[in-house]
């Protein structure tokens, strides 16, 4: 059964439709309609469009033939809230054609299921993106038990350095969950990460150390 929130946000997005379309404030053009669960998009320079999907997909819409194409599909792990979340270009794309995609894999330890956050650096030649071009950045790992909060948004600032929303990979159930993620200086998790990306140097494994909530540091940017 659908949730009532599900049936209460499709309806607002009906209203806001709506409403755009009969305001001489807004002008609505559908450009495709072949998206599943898009989460990110990127632009460059020449118009085109990169769209991220939930399930681990990249779609691109060319503006020139109005046509909408999948670049690759990673068959991300979609359990909780996770799955292909990020996605942004390179500030020099037009010249090393690099796309930053933040995506989960399943891992599984003898603790138990837990899921692990790439943030991956692909390459997107002859009209495809490869996955086997991906250089892994980051690695964050997280429990996968009615997990939700896990975020993933990229962004670039004026001096090429990459900005990551990381979620606190809350529990529905326990709200002080946050105090071992959030408030935890030695965790990944519930952060704005910024990492400064290099041609040739990528950290291949992280991991993350509990600390006590009274001895955290309430963090909001790590480089």
Request: proline share 4%.
């Amino acid at each position: 059964m659908r949730h009532p929130i599900a049936h209460l946000l499709a309806l607002l997005g009906v209203c806001i439709l709506a409403q755009a379309e009969e305001s001489p404030l807004f002008e609505v053009n559908i450009l495709a309609q072949e998206i599943n669960e898009g989460m990110e998009m990127a632009i460059d320079k020449d118009g085109r469009v990169f769209v991220a999907e939930r399930k681990g997909k990249v779609k691109l819409y060319t503006p020139e033939t109005k046509t909408t194409t999948e670049l690759i599909d990673l068959k991300s792990d979609t359990r909780g809230e996770s799955g292909l979340i990020g996605i942004a270009l390179d500030p020099n794309f037009e010249e090393n054609h690099w796309i930053y995609l933040y995506h989960t894999v399943p891992f599984e330890t003898q603790q138990g299921p837990y899921l692990e956050h790439h943030l991956g650096r692909f390459t997107f030649e002859d009209g495809k993106i490869d996955p086997a071009s991906e250089k892994i950045l980051l690695k964050v790992k997280a429990s996968s038990k009615k997990r939700i909060h896990e975020a993933g948004s990229i962004a670039f600032d004026a001096e090429g350095l990459l900005y990551l929303s990381v979620g606190d990979n809350q529990i529905r159930s326990e709200y002080l969950f946050s105090c071992k993620t959030s408030a935890n200086s030695n965790d990944l998790r519930g952060k704005i990460l910024r990492i400064r990306p290099t041609a040739d140097k990528f950290q291949k494994e992280t991991s993350f150390r509990p600390a006590h909530p009274r001895h955290a540091l309430r963090s909001t940017s790590w480089d």
